[in-house]
Nanobody
Framework: QVQLVESGGGLVQTGESLRLSCAAS????????VGWFRQAPGKEREFVAT????????YYTDSVKGRFTISRDNAKNTVYLEMNSLRPEDTAVYYCAAAYSSSTSPPRVDSGYIYWGQGTQVTVSS
């Protein structure tokens, strides 16, 4: 069992940055792939980024490539999402999710994850 807690959300202006954190407790986090998803009002939850257990393999949805960076510190049981050049369309509740996997190609759909955090709100004003 893994418990996930997101933090770092907030209200920023267009072009500013935020760093989200996803802290895990429970079983060894280093054996898990971790993804970030987001859900805007009235829209379905969508994939944002994911990282393999080692941190060496990362994947992003096209709309955030070059602006967002996912990373992990297994010693701290934490995965980060660095978000730069934020846009109003990035406004959403951001969720982290985890699944036990040694794959170097983590899932990019929410059905591939078992454990979910409660979400953190990111609002980007224009």
């Amino acid at each position: 069992q893994v418990q996930l807690v997101e933090s770092g959300g907030g209200l920023v202006q267009t072009g500013e940055s935020l760093r989200l954190s996803c802290a895990a407790s429970g079983r060894t986090y280093s054996s898990y792939v971790v993804g970030w998803f987001r859900q805007a009002p009235g829209k379905e939850r969508e994939f944002v980024a994911t990282v393999s257990w080692s941190g060496r393999n990362t994947y992003y949805t096209d709309s955030v490539k070059g602006r967002f960076t996912i990373s992990r510190d297994n010693a701290k049981n934490t995965v980060y999402l660095e978000m730069n050049s934020l846009r109003p369309e990035d406004t959403a509740v951001y969720y982290c999710a985890a699944a036990y996997s040694s794959s170097t190609s983590p899932p990019r759909v929410d059905s591939g994850y078992i454990y979910w955090g409660q979400g953190t709100q990111v609002t980007v004003s224009s």
